[in-house]
């Protein structure tokens, strides 16, 4: 079972929009992911602002910066 996952972003983010274009295909499959909106954090608005979209592992707390494809995503979860 694939890991859970947060994606940071926020709305209105273009390149936000093809990161969760790019991982839709793995949600279909069982890979849960949770949308994280930075501009409702302070906090993660500051880590995150100049990054995002980010992908992070739940589990391990590891990120995967954009840009990402399919492939890239994959290996990060193992």
Do not use: K, N
């Not at 972003?9 to 793995?26: R, V, W």
């Not at 910066?65 to 492939?71: A, L, N, Q």
């Amino acid at each position: 079972m694939p890991p859970e996952c947060q994606l940071f972003g926020t709305l209105g983010c273009h390149l936000c929009e093809l990161a969760e274009a790019e991982i839709m295909p793995l949600v279909e499959h069982g890979l849960l992911v949770e949308l994280v909106d930075i501009a409702e954090c302070e906090s993660q608005f500051e880590a995150y602002g100049l990054r995002i979209p980010v992908l992070r592992r739940v589990d391990t707390g590891a990120e995967l910066d954009w840009p990402f494809d399919t492939e890239q995503i994959v290996a990060f979860l193992l």
